[in-house]
C-alpha cells in the first residue's frame, strides 16, 4: 500500500512538472525585498497580458505571486516569450533587478553604470500590438467590402482609401499612445524604485 501512494505521488510530480515551466531569476534579483502588494500586481499584469500575447486565446493563463511562478500558453500550443513585453513577471523583476542593483551601488557611478547597461527589459505592448493587428484585420475586411463594390461606382474606391487610411493613422495614434502611457509608467516606477 505504501509503494502504492509512493508511485502515485511520483506520477503526479512528474505529470505537474510536465505541465509548468519555470522561470529562472536573474543574477542579482532579491524576491525578499519585493513587498506582498507588489508580487501579486506582477502576477495580475502577468494574468492581464498573456490573452493579448497569445492573440486573445489561452490554454494555460496562471501566476503564483509567492514564487513569481508563471504559465502563458496559447490555445494553439504555443508559449509566447515574456520577457519581450512590458507589464509581464520578466518586466518587473528586471525593472526591480535594476533598482536593487542600483540601491546596492551607492555613490559608485561605475557600479551603477554596470547595473544600467545590465537591464535589458522588455519593451513590446502586447495589448497596443494586438489591438493593432485586429484594427488592420479589420481594415482589410472593409477595403475587401469596398473593393467588390468599386466596381460598379469609382467613387467609392477614393472612399474605401480614405477610411482604409484613416484607420491605419487611428491605429498609429493608438500605438503612439499606449506606448507611451507604458514608458511613463516604467519610468515612475524606476524613479520612485531610486528614491526608496
Known sequence: MHSSIVLLSTL???????????????????LGMVKPDELNSWCQGQ????????????????????????QCKCSDGTTPDS?????????????????????????????QKACK???KCGS???TALNEIAESSSTSTSATSTMSMTTSTSS???????????STTKNAAITLGEDYSTGIMAGAMFLAARMFL
Do not use: W
Open 155 to 165: 467613387s467609392m474606391t477614393s472612399s474605401s482609401s480614405v477610411a482604409a487610411e
Open 124 to 126: 513590446k505592448n502586447a
Open 47 to 70: 494574468r492581464n497580458v498573456c490573452p493579448d500575447m497569445c492573440k486573445g486565446s489561452t490554454d494555460v493563463n496562471s501566476c503564483d505571486s509567492t514564487t513569481l511562478q508563471y
Open 83 to 111: 520577457s519581450q513585453y512590458i507589464q509581464t513577471v520578466p518586466f518587473y523583476v528586471c525593472e526591480s533587478t535594476f533598482g536593487q542593483c542600483i540601491n546596492a551601488h551607492p555613490n559608485d557611478a561605475n557600479g
Open 12 to 30: 503526479v510530480a512528474a505529470a505537474v512538472a510536465q505541465n509548468s515551466t519555470s522561470y529562472t531569476f536573474p543574477q542579482g534579483f532579491n
Open 117 to 119: 547597461s545590465a537591464a
